[in-house]
T-cell receptor, first 115, second 113 residues
Framework: NAGVMQNPRHLVRRRGQEARLRCSPM?????VYWYRQLPEEGLKFMVY????????ESGMPKERFSAEFPKEGPSILRIQQVVRGDSAAYFC?????????????FGPGTRLTVL | SQKIEQNSEALNIQEGKTATLTCNYT??????LQWYRQDPGRGPVFLLL?????KEKRKERLKVTFDTTLKQSLFHITASQPADSATYLC????????????FGQGTTLQVKP
């Protein structure tokens, strides 16, 4: 059973470009979470999604950031018009549909570098 | 505002000793607390979960305590090994059941042979 998959593992963008980060949850998992980890800082919650629904986006910046988890295919975190401050590791996690309160399984992360 | 604090400095111990990591929180009433391990360049890996009505949880060489009065969790690794060297994260979840986890900044543990 493959774990949570994220791609790309490393992404380099110039200021003003768009970044698209993909996350495929573990098989059978319908809950997806995105976290951001800035250098020397802890993980910060961004958004929690279920299939076709955003459940909690309280950690998402108001502008330029969006997330989706379509009925088919991976979850996508999209960052428009990237700035240097967006450089960070972005982690996706998933959990089974038996409800929250379970452990979250994390992917290896996407390391975004904005030049 | 809600705040989670872990041992601010790295913890260095000798192999075979017990490592004790601290997680304190304020302005928060979590329904449960989790501990994760993170190695450099990798995603966190779940270790243990303890609920608000539980005082202690064990798993092999790991033990977690949860004191909701003190607003503190302690994470113990007994008979520590160099392979236990990593960053350990505590994470809190609220009772609203959104699945959102609030992470501490982590404590880096170094076990010397």
């Amino acid at each position: 059973n493959a774990g949570v998959m994220q791609n790309p593992r490393h992404l380099v963008r110039r200021r003003g470009q768009e970044a698209r980060l993909r996350c495929s949850p573990m098989k059978g998992h319908s809950h997806v979470y995105w976290y951001r980890q800035l250098p020397e800082e802890g993980l910060k919650f961004m958004v929690y999604l279920q299939k076709e629904n955003i459940i909690d986006e309280s950690g998402m910046p108001k502008e330029r950031f969006s997330a989706e988890f379509p009925k088919e295919g991976p979850s996508i975190l999209r960052i428009q018009q990237v700035v240097r401050g967006d450089s960070a590791a972005y982690f996706c996690a998933s959990s089974p549909p038996s409800g929250t309160g379970n452990e979250q399984f994390f992917g290896p992360g996407t390391r975004l570098t904005v030049l | 505002s809600q705040k989670i604090e872990q041992n601010s400095e790295a913890l260095n111990i000798q192999e075979g000793k017990t490592a004790t990591l601290t997680c304190n929180y304020t302005n928060y009433s979590p329904a449960y607390l989790q501990w994760y391990r993170q190695d450099p360049g990798r995603g966190p890996v779940f270790l243990l979960l303890i609920r608000e009505n539980e005082k202690e949880k064990r798993k092999e060489r790991l033990k977690v305590t949860f004191d909701t009065t003190l607003k503190q969790s302690l994470f113990h690794i007994t008979a520590s090994q160099p392979a236990d060297s990593a960053t350990y994260l505590c994470a809190l979840a609220g009772s609203s059941n959104t699945g959102k986890l609030i992470f501490g900044q982590g404590t880096t543990l170094q076990v010397k042979p």
